[in-house]
């Protein structure tokens, strides 16, 4: 981490006065703060530098890299270190006009990008003796648009996953600063079970990667992952012994996958041991049903082909984005897997079409939205779990999903800490149960429902009494003995 230059502008008026004004990179800036709040998704820690004169803010994040947010809800990375974003602001004025450049548009169109937008700069004010006088006293080093250029572009690739900023408050992920393509999330997840799976092929390390495979679960989702989309047809041999493997983990997306990439050979002589998979337990039995079923090489071919063009086949851009999330949060690439999830949802709170059931247009399918809650849960980010969840409790139609989504919602604010929210949701649920408005809650005091809200608001007076809101506790605690006065108790069998 270096930041010499950074200590000069912070002990030298003139040179802070420089980088103020012509290279807008003002200190005296960082006392007003951002427009907004604002946090980084990964939660790690921000720190004001510096502002301009359009309202953006310079933060410095704790790696050192300098990660500028506009005012008008864009943000990137512009340098790795402090000195190498004042080495690039100092040596491109123009810089927010280049974003969208990279060295691979070449030397030429870069120097001519930078030669008209400083040509435009100095219609209005002096830039050359300017940068001259602080890039020396900054020591830094001469410099072509081209080379500055790749360090900005190297910089705004290093955004996501791990710099995305958000609203504080609303939880929505501020627009990337540039437009530049980035390698695609299921890239990052099936690398290791790329390299596991070539090494299978070549029998490189044979006896340790196997014994690797074997006892990690996640191991083997990646490999038969792998597998899905680069088939070979020597790999026989290795996905009936992954497939043993599997079954330790009984009926997974991946345990399916495998019998259908045996299947698709159409071996008849396979028939044994997937029926042996099939009958591992109960949830296998019932996944993989149809098993049994088959008589021969040529239907289980059919079985298999037909499986793979509705539920998995060979591009793995054509997979939900729910699988790759989720084999990332079980590799700990949490970043990988919060970051699609917040633009889904960012896309989904400001575009309710989204959800449009391609099937029937008139109606929208808020179902999607839990799996957003769950993949949120799962990566214990309970504030954009909450976000969906709210969402989702907006878009419900009927009295008991009213209620049903209400109590959950309560019992999701209560873990996050915001007992207030979830005081508010449970008295929403007592008001729904009063008025429902039509017949889905006709016997809501007969049956598991009813036991569960009750259950929330006991879980909630708790919680209100450990934080010490002893008056609201009561209140909640007197809700919940009431609605208890009303359940039917169930029948003696």
């Known amino acids: 981490m270096t930041e010499q230059a950074l200590a000069l502008l912070r002990r030298e008026p003139r040179l802070a006065a420089l980088a103020a004004f012509p290279f807008n990179f003002d200190l005296g800036r960082a006392a007003h703060g951002h427009v907004e709040e604002v946090r980084l998704a990964s939660g790690g820690a921000l720190e004001v530098l510096a502002g301009d004169d359009t309202g953006g803010t310079f933060f410095r994040c704790a790696d050192g890299s300098v990660l500028y947010a506009s005012s008008e809800g864009d943000a990137g990375i512009i340098g790795s270190t402090v000195d190498e974003a004042l080495d690039i602001l100092t040596g491109l004025p123009g810089w927010g006009a280049y974003v969208r450049l990279s060295p691979a548009d070449g030397a030429e169109a870069v120097r001519a990008a930078v030669e008209e937008t400083e040509e435009e700069l100095r219609e209005y004010y002096g830039i050359d003796d300017e940068r001259a006088e602080l890039r020396t006293a900054l020591g830094f080093p001469d410099r072509s648009p081209l080379e500055l250029v790749g360090l900005l572009h ?30 695609p999330l299921w890239e990052a997840v099936l690398a290791s079970g790329r390299a596991d799976l070539a090494a299978l092929r070549n029998g490189d390390g044979e006896r340790a990667v196997w014994q690797g495979v074997a006892e990690d679960p996640v191991r083997r989702r990646l490999v038969l992952r792998a597998a899905q989309f680069d088939r070979a047809d020597e790999d026989l041999p290795l996905l009936r012994r992954l497939i043993r493997y599997e ?75 729910f699988t790759w999330t989720e084999l990332a949060t079980a590799q700990g690439l949490t970043e990988h897997a919060r970051i699609p999830l917040i633009r889904r949802l960012d896309a989904i709170e400001l575009d309710q079409g989204l959800l449009r059931d391609p099937g029937n247009p008139g109606r929208l399918v808020a179902d999607r939205l839990n799996s957003l809650v769950y993949a949120f849960e799962e990566l214990g980010d309970l504030a954009q779990a909450l976000r969906a969840r709210r969402l989702y409790a907006a878009l419900q139609e009927s009295a008991w999903d009213r209620v049903s989504t209400l109590y959950d919602l309560a019992a ?68 919940a003995e009431e609605l208890r006065a009303q359940l039917v108790p169930p029948r003696a069998p």
Request: aromatic share 4%; hydrophobic share 40%.
């Open 154 to 183: 190297a910089a705004l690739l290093r955004t996501e996953p791990g710099f995305v900023l958000l609203n504080a408050e609303e939880g929505r992920a501020y627009r990337l600063l540039d437009d530049h393509p980035r390698p």
């Open 247 to 321: 079954t330790g983990s009984s009926m997974t997306d991946e345990l399916r996958l495998a019998a259908v990439l045996i299947g698709r050979h159409g071996r008849a002589e396979d028939l044994p041991l997937l029926d042996e998979v099939r009958g591992t337990d109960f949830d296998t039995a019932c996944g993989l049903s149809e098993i049994r079923e088959l008589s021969d090489g040529a239907a289980l071919r059919q079985w298999a082909r037909e499986m793979d063009d509705a539920m998995f086949g060979t591009d793995p851009a054509g997979e939900s984005l």
């Open 412 to 479: 999701l604010e209560r873990r996050a800490g915001e007992l207030d929210a979830a005081v508010r949701s449970l008295s929403s649920v007592r008001a729904v149960l009063r008025d429902p408005g039509d017949e889905s809650l006709r016997y809501w005091e007969r049956i598991n429902l009813g036991r569960f809200i009750v259950r929330e608001h006991d879980e909630l007076a708790g919680a209100l009494a450990d934080a010490g809101r002893t008056a609201l506790a009561a209140e909640v605690a007197e809700a």
